[in-house]
């Protein structure tokens, strides 16, 4: 199991890869271009590349077959670790496809139950995207759907990975595990919730009292 970071920023990144806790990233154009106005996206991309050799995956903003597949294109150019982000509809899979078969890496977005992953599949995505908070905003089970897609694609023997996009809670992070997400991509906010427990605070404190208690050496 994977975990990419939801984050833009390089210092975010580089931090979380020193610990070992990033192996991809969900890079936001929207939130990049909200963060700095002025910042170069490309030039970020890049940058992130260069620096970090592993899965980045990017948004794009077309929604016709000819406008999504000269996007993908002009991302997949900056590097081979782009990943592009498609969201499913029917207008997308031939341009999927097409770019599958030359090479460029695909993540599917909006994927919502099982038949619905097994399409992006065919069509050539390599990871399928599952937005958590979406499911839950409309009562469902997120963590059974994850589990659902995973069925459908074994059964079916299609490879593309699952990813468990924005998990809120520990307790969701540990369901998408348990119900055979391949990559969680988490916040920084989110990543560092996972640290916290009562018990764990209680044992710090406990620990830190202690040592002050012990008797100083004398030189």
Partial sequence: ???????????????????????????????????????????????????????ICVTIGALNGKDIYREAKELAKISDHIVVQIPLMEDALAAMFRLNAEGVGIC??????????????KAGASMVRVSMADLDAQ?????????????VLEASGMESDVMAASPQTPTQVAECVTAGANIISLSSKVIRSLLVHPLTDRGLDRFLSDLSKRPKRHS
């Avoid at 599917?108 to 599949?121: E, I, K, P």
């Avoid at 009562?139 to 069925?151: K, L, N, P, V």
């Fill in 1 to 55: 199991m994977n975990i990419f970071l939801e984050s833009n920023s390089l210092q975010e990144i580089r931090e979380a890869a020193a610990a070992g806790l990033v192996q991809g990233v969900s890079f936001s154009p929207n939130e990049f271009a909200y963060a700095d106005p002025d910042g170069d996206q490309r030039e970020r991309l890049e940058e992130l590349s260069h620096e970090f050799a592993i899965p």
């Fill in 108 to 121: 599917s977005t909006l994927v919502f139950n099982g038949a619905q992953a097994l399409l992006a599949a």
């Fill in 139 to 151: 009562g469902q089970d997120s963590t059974e759907t994850i589990a659902e897609i995973r069925h």
